[in-house]
């Protein structure tokens, strides 16, 4: 199911989380994306820090699925609810991983 972010209060983040934000929930259900894509879409070419902690401070997980953006070499990151969940939630859509715990796809989105 896809939720509209309009319903969400984005006032409640800065003008930079809120575009991050925006941009996260653009990622299609099972693909991802990486820090680094998420901030080059937004112009921020070494923003890729900036976004993780954008994300990392998502008010709104359940709308704005933080855990579709990845480290660029395609290993999991951070994630509030820990890194099984994250891995969990992107087994769920379809996502696959190598043995060394890296994402396996092609789907990569921005």
């Known amino acids: 199911m896809d939720f509209d972010p309009e319903v969400i209060a984005l006032d409640r983040c800065s003008e930079f989380q809120k575009r991050v934000l925006l941009a996260d929930h653009g990622i299609p ?32 997980p359940i709308i704005i699925p933080c855990h579709r953006v990845v480290r660029a070499n395609l290993e999991l990151g951070g994630f509030r609810g820990g890194l099984g969940m994250k891995r969990a939630l992107l087994e769920l859509e379809g996502l696959k991983f190598s043995e060394t715990g890296r994402v396996v796809t092609s789907r990569i989105y921005h």
């Open 29 to 60: 259900r099972g693909w991802v994306s990486t820090y680094g894509r998420v901030a080059q879409s937004l112009g921020c070419r070494a923003g890729g820090r900036a976004v993780g902690g954008a994300l990392s401070h998502n008010p709104f």
